[in-house]
């Protein structure tokens, strides 16, 4: 079975700053994992490389045999805590953008979910809770 997520001696550096120093892991499919550690410990900047939001300085990433970029982007989400939509974006504008730019994104199926989980589809980014924008 081919590990869902491999880091190979992996290092992120910003200038001297190591976030990420050699770290090698692997996370299986069909398990729950968490990961802890203090702040500037270098959690966010290993999600960040699992979604192709950054590069490693050095080492390779695997998810689930590919290289980060648009084919694992189809298997690997990401919620961050702050958004990075325009505020000014209604719900349905936030859909055409995702359809845009996931090839397998479905309209329909989201339009439904909206629905089931009573959002306007009208309703603009900036005038929603964020619990609200999370759904």
């Known amino acids: 079975m081919t590990a869902l997520v491999q880091f190979n001696h992996v290092t992120k550096q910003y200038g001297d700053k190591k976030a990420?120093?050699?770290?090698?892991?692997?996370?299986e499919p069909g398990k729950i994992y968490g990961l802890l550690g203090?702040?500037?410990?270098?959690?966010?900047?290993?999600?960040?490389?699992?979604?192709?939001?950054?590069?490693?300085?050095s080492g390779t990433v695997q998810i689930n045999g590919l290289a980060p970029g648009v084919e694992s982007k189809k298997i690997i989400s990401?919620?961050?805590?702050?958004?990075?939509?325009?505020?000014?974006?209604?719900?349905e504008?936030?859909?055409?953008?995702?359809?845009?730019?996931?090839?397998?994104?479905?309209?329909?199926?989201?339009k439904k979910l909206l629905k089931d989980l009573d959002l306007?589809?009208?309703?603009?980014l900036a005038k929603m809770s964020k619990?609200?924008?999370?759904?």
């Open 20 to 27: 990420l120093d050699d770290i090698s892991f692997t996370l």
């Open 38 to 57: 203090p702040n500037g410990s270098g959690k966010s900047t290993a999600i960040k490389i699992i979604n192709d939001l950054l590069k490693p300085t």
């Open 78 to 91: 990401y919620l961050p805590e702050r958004t990075y939509l325009d505020k000014t974006m209604s719900v």
């Open 93 to 110: 504008k936030v859909i055409e953008y995702f359809e845009d730019f996931y090839d397998n994104f479905d309209s329909e199926k989201a």
């Open 120 to 124: 306007d589809i009208n309703q603009k």
């Open 131 to 135: 619990g609200m924008q999370e759904k």
